[in-house]
């Protein structure tokens, strides 16, 4: 039975000293309750404390690992809505590779995908695992298949294969990978068996609440806790409303047979179905969405789409505040200013780097925000400008006295160079892409 706030504040040490993050134990014991914290974040918990809560203050999704040396972890989420805390382990993206393609254009395909890597603002993004799904009639090709991941990739896998004997070998060139294997039946003692003695994760699939419950109750009491779950569905609507459901029932009625990362496989016929289909999951509780084609350009909508969603709403994004050079900097280069909210900064340096010319990118300590909203805070005003370039030394560095601050913020000029005397203040374009023409009706080089 959930416990009350009340409940769990009578196992806190009552001292509130605030190390949990918030003033009182009191306070801490409500969100305890309300499964927006966890027992760890308070240091000073007793061994009663942990032992009583236990349960209680589990993550009510469990996390799941697949893969070893670069494992994907996915659930442990603890809210519907991303603005009411935020999402912890982002949607992991599978791409199938299918026995049937043949070795030759496995291999390729599987070099392609492990090189396929792409940076935006700051962040590395890939996909993330691969379903191998055996349906050539040479059950050797997917031994094959597994041979060639492991030593091209270290993605995580999935292993889809109906044959037990077949699975139960692929199973084994990945004892203690873990692996995870989907089944397309109803879950059976010789499959928790072969979970058991590889240390893979299952997948249980149904159409049916009901039993889906029952198989992980099933598993769960045969000692396989880690399970995912793939109710299907026989479209995108359906599947958003049971996905929804799932969680709802994990997350409000602690209903703990769903309490586990879900699963979903895309079966669209058409390439572009399939990455909307796989859009409209990710944001509705799909925990790893698998794709039956690769398609570069669709998959970097995929990525993008999930780094939005699955970036913390309340810690925007950053770099460093620092002085960055572009290109090839000299004392007497431009220098430029802006805020250390990533996307500004990823797009301002692009577009200084796109002018041709080289120069000093300032970048003040704004905690994330943009240009704007740093301004309206109070925290990218003359005087904060000011006393960063102060603290980096940049007057010992450049020898130029011009600075270049956004057209937005126009109005912060004359205290600027109120609080830099001897500079130049210069209001550069509001849009980052103008800086190209901006550089050129100032000269600058
Ligand atoms: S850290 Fe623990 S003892 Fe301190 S206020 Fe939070 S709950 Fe109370």
Redo the contacts with the bound molecule.
């Keep these: 039975m959930a416990l009350s706030g009340l409940d769990i504040f009578k196992l806190?040490?009552?001292?509130?000293?605030?190390?949990?993050g918030?003033p009182?134990?009191m306070a801490?014991a409500m969100k305890l309750a309300q499964k927006k914290a966890e027992l760890s974040e308070?240091?000073?918990?007793s061994e009663e404390a942990k032992a009583t809560l236990g349960a209680a203050s589990e993550p009510p999704i469990r996390l799941v690992k697949i893969g070893k040396d670069h494992p994907l972890e996915v659930g442990s989420e603890t809210v519907m809505f991303r603005h009411e805390k935020t999402f912890f382990h982002q949607t992991g993206i599978a791409i199938q590779l299918r026995t049937s393609e043949g070795e030759s254009r496995l291999e390729q395909k599987i070099r392609e995908i492990e090189e396929y890597k792409v940076e935006r603002v700051g962040e590395q993004l890939e996909p993330d695992l691969f379903l191998i799904t055996h349906d050539s009639p040479e059950n050797d090709i997917f031994l094959k298949t597994i041979e060639l991941v492991i030593e091209n990739s270290t993605k995580g896998i999935i292993l889809d294969c109906a044959e037990f004997e077949t699975l139960k070998t692929g199973a084994s060139l990945l004892k203690d990978s873990y692996a995870a294997v989907l089944l397309k039946k109803t879950v059976t003692d010789e499959w928790i068996e072969l979970a058991k003695n590889y240390n893979c994760s299952l997948i249980l699939t149904s159409e049916s609440y009901e039993d889906l419950a029952t198989q992980v109750e099933k598993t769960k009491q045969a000692g396989v806790q880690n399970i995912l779950l793939n109710i299907t569905s026989k479209n995108t609507g359906l599947q958003i409303q049971q996905n929804t459901i799932l969680r709802r029932s994990a997350l409000k009625k602690a209903f703990k047979p769903f309490g586990y990362p879900l699963f979903n496989q895309i079966n669209t016929e058409s390439e572009f179905d399939m990455f909307a289909t796989a859009a409209a999951l990710l944001c509705k509780y799909e925990s790893i969405v698998a794709l039956h084609e690769y398609n570069r350009a669709l998959l970097y909508a995929l990525l993008t789409l999930r780094q939005n969603i699955y970036t913390d709403p309340q810690k925007p994004i950053q770099v460093d505040p620092k002085v960055y050079p572009i290109g090839e900097p000299t004392p007497e280069s431009p220098v430029f200013v802006t805020t250390n909210f990533s996307l500004t900064y990823f797009i301002v340096s692009g577009e200084i780097e796109n002018s041709g010319i080289s120069a000093h990118l300032v970048v003040c300590d704004t905690e994330g925000q943009s240009v704007l909203t740093a301004w309206a805070a109070g925290k990218f005003v003359g005087e904060t400008i000011a006393k960063f370039i102060k603290t980096i030394n940049l007057e010992q560095q450049v020898t130029t006295r011009k600075i270049i601050i956004p057209g937005f913020v126009s109005q912060i000029s004359g205290d600027l160079e109120e609080s830099l005397p001897g500079w130049e203040v210069i209001v550069g374009s509001q849009e980052a892409s103008d800086i190209p023409s901006l550089v050129k009706s100032l000269s600058l080089t």
């Design positions: 806190l040490p009552k001292t509130n000293c605030g190390d949990c918030v009182t134990c801490f308070c240091p000073h918990a």
